[in-house]
């Protein structure tokens, strides 16, 4: 049925056009190898610089190219909603707020942590062969 025939026809039933709701298109997922989700951090990864440059660099070293990385900074209320929206096949939380739910999700240290305490950087380097296992 085209506009001009739904608009008859409810025309006809006398129910005005706004009353009568049509289902909204699906938002599209976004499809990534890896989702980065960090909470309200003065050092953001989302913003160009040393903090974003070394997570990128973090990355790479476990073969995931930027293109295959979304970056996100959420409330972590949002975390549910954050993870509808992508369809991403691993997710890497870098907060303390934030905690695993599933097997393809990994938490480790901030990039900003790191830089900051060299000795975390043991810890990060072994959730990150972790989530290589996952992608293969």
Known sequence: MNQTQ???YLEALGVPDFLHAQ?????PKINTQCLVIE????HSFCQTGKTQDFLLKM????????SQIQLKNINPADLTPTL???NAKTVLLMSTDLKPT????FATHHPSVILNN??????????LKQLK???K
């Open 59 to 66: 990355l790479g070293a476990i073969g995931l190219k930027p």
């Open 23 to 27: 289902n909204p298109k699906p938002t």
């Open 84 to 86: 509808k929206q992508h």
């Open 133 to 135: 296992q996952c992608l």
């Open 39 to 42: 909470t309200q951090n003065p």
């Open 102 to 105: 599933t097997q393809q999700h």
């Open 118 to 127: 060299q000795q975390r950087k043991r810890e990060a380097w072994e959730v």
């Open 6 to 8: 739904r608009h008859n």
